[in-house]
């Protein structure tokens, strides 16, 4: 298992992953964007010129799959017409912005080495980050695991009952690995706050 990120000399980080985790975290980068572009939505028709010249024209009720609605959560959960408005100027926006933080993982990654196909034992994959990319990463983790998390009913002191899951349930490898990418969030928040 990785050792997580370490502070690189001059600012920023670095870590050392095996062809299989490389491999892993691009997997989750790609299906986060998958989620991100795919989804319809539901832009709200209008007449406004402004409106139109500036293409406002966004979602402007909740999105209906779990996971995107954490992702981008009510603004005004007691103004339905409010929270409507204002997800109209922003959603897309954010949308787009958490997709190029997670398609910058994955290029990050095969820059790297990471070959699109994965079929060599031994792969090791060394990512250099400078502070933004940093950042970028970290905007990623979070989304992943607010993803991971949505996914598997993660609630706030439940560990004894993931702990408790057999090792054939395939929740308890999800939640490893839910786990796991919290452990690199961690490692690169310490690495670049030196």
Do not use: C
């Amino acid at each position: 298992m990785s050792e997580g990120f370490q502070r690189r000399r001059g600012g920023g980080a670095v870590a050392t992953f095996t062809g299989f985790e490389a491999d892993l975290l691009r997997s989750l980068a790609s299906q986060l964007v998958e989620l991100l572009r795919n989804e319809v939505a539901a832009p709200h028709p209008g007449d406004d010129p402004l409106e139109q010249m500036l293409d406002f024209s966004g979602p402007t009720t909740e999105p209906e799959d779990p996971v995107l609605a954490r992702l981008f959560p009510n603004a005004y959960p007691d103004d339905e017409e409010a929270a409507g408005e204002f997800r109209r100027y922003t959603e897309s926006a954010l949308r787009d912005s958490k997709a190029r933080a997670a398609v910058e993982v994955i290029e990050t990654l095969e820059e790297a080495g990471l070959p699109v196909e994965l079929a060599e034992d031994g792969l090791v994959v060394d990512v250099e980050l400078d502070a933004e990319a940093a950042g970028t990463w970290l905007r990623s983790f979070t989304d992943v695991r607010l993803a991971l998390a949505t996914r598997l009913g993660v609630e706030d002191e439940d560990e004894d009952y993931w702990a408790a899951l057999p090792d054939e349930d395939p929740r308890a490898h999800v939640f490893d690995i839910y786990q796991w990418v919290g452990y690199l969030q961690e490692t690169l928040v310490a690495a670049v706050m030196r």
